[in-house]
Each structure stands twice: as C-alpha cells, then as structure tokens.
C-alpha cells in the first residue's frame, strides 16, 4: 500500500489496517510472546515501554534519538490494544468522524495537547510507563483495580504521542510497516516478497 493509498483512507480504517497487520505480524513472527498468558504479554508490553522510557529521558536530554524506539513504542502499543481487542480509533475517539489519515497527525497533536494540560512530554510519559507497570503488578496480586481501563489510558496516550513523532519523519503506516520488516527479516522462516 502506497502513501497516497493510504492518505486517502479514514483516519478509522488506517489505524485498524495498522491494528490488523500488527496483529499478523505478532501471531507469525512472536508467537514466543503471543501464546503467553494475557497477563504475562501485558506484563511483556510493559517491560519494553520501562526499556524505551529510559531512551526517552536521554532523549529529553539531548543525547540520544529515539527514533526507532518511538517507532517501537507505537508498535507495542497496538499490540497492547490487540491484546485487549480495542481498537485505537475508539481511544482516540474518532469512531464515526471523518477524519482522514492525511489529517491524522493534526488530530493527534490536538488530542496530545487536550490531555497534557500543564503537564511536560516526559511526565506524561512517565505516568504511561507507571500505569502499565502498576497494572502488571496488581495483576499478579490479584488486587481490586481497574486494570483494563487503565491499561487502556496507557496505551492510548503512548500511541498518541509516539505516531505524533514518527510522524514527524513520515508516513504512519510506511514508517511501521518498514520497522516490522526489519524485525521480520530476522527470522530464518521469512522470504522476501
């Protein structure tokens, strides 16, 4: 699918495409990860956003790009989603608006900023990468929480600002698609199409 397919498309249908090939990708080339537990995969999500959180803050500082980690951020937060089978478009409440995909970014960055108030970019990811920890761990206790909403806050707000910046060097759905190649290329089972 080419950029221009693509920017044609509802903002809805590309992130669910996104969603969908997210999926594939997981059940082919993670099925490590994909046969575990719901819980055991969240509590894997949760472990790489702790992993991209600490670049993030060396980002922050000028000493570090993460631009393959905000890649891999949205990545992991579809997958969060497709674990919990909701869709993105809902959490970003564009279901039933005509928001195109080539106004999607413009969308976002009106969503980030609605939900950030007074609060800087690495808190608002720090209380991302806190709710998904806290969650995996009340999972494990069994406590009284409400995990699915919170889980769900989380991965909303963390593919909101990570698709913001990878879209700042391009396409969305080219800019995901050429990461999970890269990770598909890996595995001795693929084969170039």
């Known amino acids: 699918m080419t ?3 693509t920017s044609q498309m509802k903002a809805e249908e590309l992130l669910i495409l996104i969603q969908r090939n997210q999926h594939n990708h997981d059940e082919i080339y993670h099925k490590e990860i994909a046969r575990l537990p719901v819980s055991e995969r969240l509590q894997h999500m949760a472990l790489h956003i702790s992993k991209y959180f600490s670049q993030f803050v060396e980002e922050s500082q000028g000493r570090y790009s993460c631009d393959k980690e905000w890649k891999d951020s949205f990545i992991i937060s579809t997958s969060i989603c497709n674990i919990l089978n909701t869709k993105i ?3 970003w409440g564009l279901t039933d608006k005509d928001v195109m995909a080539s106004d999607l970014r413009d969308y976002i ?7 950030m108030g007074e609060s800087s970019e690495l808190c608002m990811l720090s209380d991302i990468n806190y709710e998904l920890s806290n969650a995996c761990e009340k999972i494990d206790h069994l406590e009284d929480y409400a995990y699915r909403p919170n889980i769900s806050w ?3 707000r963390l593919a909101a600002y990570s698709a913001e910046k990878v879209m700042k060097k391009g396409d969305l759905y080219d800019e995901i698609t050429s990461r999970l190649m890269e990770t598909k290329r890996k595995n001795i089972m693929h084969v170039e199409r």
């Open 3 to 5: 950029q221009t397919q």
């Open 89 to 91: 478009s809902d959490l």
């Open 109 to 115: 960055k009106s969503y980030i900023s609605n939900d």
């Open 154 to 156: 989380a991965a909303s």
